[in-house]
């Protein structure tokens, strides 16, 4: 059981590090913040509850079928902003 939330937590820290160095790169090199970035700025630190991380779409064709990331480039749920929510 350690062995399996061991590896659940590696892959939510890959998760929230976005899909790669370079993607993140990009973002940087037009001036803009990750989504990740925009959302610790916005929200009251630590209380964004982000929900469906894992999941994946099931498209194909266009090589898509080669290329699913986790959130399927969508970060949704909720958090408090001024202890709002």
Avoid at 47 to 69: I, K, M, N, W, Y
């Amino acid at each position: 059981m350690r062995e399996r939330l061991a590896d659940l937590q590696v892959l939510k820290e890959s998760i929230h590090s976005g899909p790669s160095e370079e993607a993140t790169a990009r973002q940087h090199a037009k001036g803009k913040l990750t989504v990740r970035e925009r959302l610790d700025v916005l929200l009251d630190s630590g209380s964004f509850v982000e929900v469906e991380a894992f999941r994946q779409h099931r498209a194909t064709g266009f090589g898509l079928e080669h290329r699913r990331p986790y959130t399927d480039g969508v970060v949704a749920g909720w958090g408090k902003v001024y202890g709002r929510e």
